[in-house]
T-cell receptor, first 117, second 114 residues
Framework: DTGVSQNPRHKITKRGQNVTFRCDPI?????LYWYRQTLGQGPEFLTY????????KSRLLSDRFSAERPKGSFSTLEIQRTEQGDSAMYLC???????????????FGPGTRLTVL | RKEVEQDPGPFNVPEGATVAFNCTYS??????FFWYRQDCRKEPKLLMS???SGNEDGRFTAQLNRASQYISLLIRDSKLSDSATYLC???????????????FGSGTRLSIRP
């Protein structure tokens, strides 16, 4: 399967614990995005990388959230001191680099569903 | 006010019907527009881009109205398999940095009944 993969698919944790999710993008894609989606809402943008550089972070991303893409391939999203409000589906997407005049389709992974008890 | 707004639905229509959704956006500098489809408990997938002149892909027609700041999706001869949530996406790209602001609407649920 050459699509975007995410691990784990499900994570249940207790409030206050740290969690880390992994995303493996489509191999030739240099852009990687993280989104959060709650029930009845569309995906909310969190952050994105171009290769290993983190180019933009949403104001939704509090200090407890950190994302890395150290070698420009896979990425990790860590949430420290989880809160019940962090419960959501965390989606990763990848694409080729966009240009001023064109947008390249984002391909989404299946997501990691986080439940904070 | 949300930057991108959609009627959440659900729209419940019989098979074969024509159904249309609108999506309004508040930032007049928005440049690119798309419709994504999301099946229950699945990831979003691109359905179609939306061009200024309007575009059609089989039973699906997308329109952009920049003056009124909305995009629309029309589905003709609806099929049971069209049941899904339809998300509009609005993108503004910064010309200097190439950074993108990507905003998804909250989605419109469509249910096609036999």
């Amino acid at each position: 399967d050459t699509g975007v993969s995410q691990n784990p698919r499900h994570k249940i944790t207790k409030r206050g614990q740290n969690v880390t999710f992994r995303c493996d993008p489509i191999s030739e894609h240099n852009r990687l995005y993280w989104y959060r989606q709650t029930l009845g809402q569309g995906p909310e943008f969190l952050t994105y990388f171009q290769n290993e550089a983190q180019l933009e972070k949403s104001r939704l991303l509090s200090d407890r959230f950190s994302a890395e893409r150290p070698k420009g391939s896979f990425s990790t999203l860590e949430i420290q001191r989880t809160e019940q409000g962090d419960s959501a589906m965390y989606l990763c997407a990848s694409s080729l680099e966009e240009t001023w005049s064109s947008y390249n389709e984002q391909f989404f992974g299946p997501g990691t569903r986080l439940t904070v008890l | 006010r949300k930057e991108v707004e959609q009627d959440p639905g659900p729209f419940n229509v019989p098979e074969g019907a024509t159904v249309a959704f609108n999506c309004t956006y508040s930032n007049s500098a928005s440049q690119s527009f798309f419709w994504y489809r999301q099946d229950c408990r699945k990831e979003p997938k691109l359905l179609m881009s939306v061009y200024s002149s309007g575009n059609e892909d089989g039973r699906f027609t997308a329109q952009l109205n920049r003056a009124s700041q909305y995009i629309s999706l029309l589905i003709r001869d609806s099929k049971l398999s069209d049941s899904a949530t339809y998300l509009c996406v609005v993108i503004k790209v910064d010309g200097d940095s190439s950074a993108s602001k990507i905003i998804f609407g909250s989605g419109t649920r469509l249910s096609i009944r036999p």
